[in-house]
Nanobody, 123 residues
């Protein structure tokens, strides 16, 4: 079965760190751009970060730039989102998505979506 599997969500205090993982199952992520999105209760899904499939160009939302880092490990068929200096407003369900064009994926036009993982930042 072809799917994306997220993991790593947890509850942390403000200022803490988490690393989310997005693993490809049943297909290789090598030729896909992969993005992370998040959705807070009652709000629309928003773009967080993306990485291209070829040279690994990265893209970030202004709200997370400098705090979050997206990376990929081709050997593990996994994309990561390292989140540092977490804030309460980062609380959301985080989803990863994969598509064949970075420009489309960052807009949410993706061929594969994961099931989401909950991140809660609270004291």
């Amino acid at each position: 079965q072809v799917q994306l599997v997220e993991s790593g969500g947890d509850s942390v205090q403000p200022g803490g760190s988490l690393r989310l993982s997005c693993a490809g199952s049943g297909f290789t992520l090598d030729y896909y751009a992969v993005a992370w999105f998040r959705q807070r209760p009652g709000e629309e899904r928003e773009f967080v970060a993306a990485i291209s499939w070829s040279v690994g160009n990265t893209y970030y939302a202004d709200s997370v730039r400098g705090r979050f880092t997206i990376s990929r490990d081709r050997a593990k068929n996994t994309v990561y989102l390292q989140m540092n200096s977490l804030k309460p407003e980062d609380t959301a369900v985080y989803y990863c998505a994969a598509g064949d064009r970075s420009g489309a994926v960052v807009r949410g036009d993706a061929s594969h979506w994961g099931q989401g993982t909950q991140v809660t930042v609270s004291s």
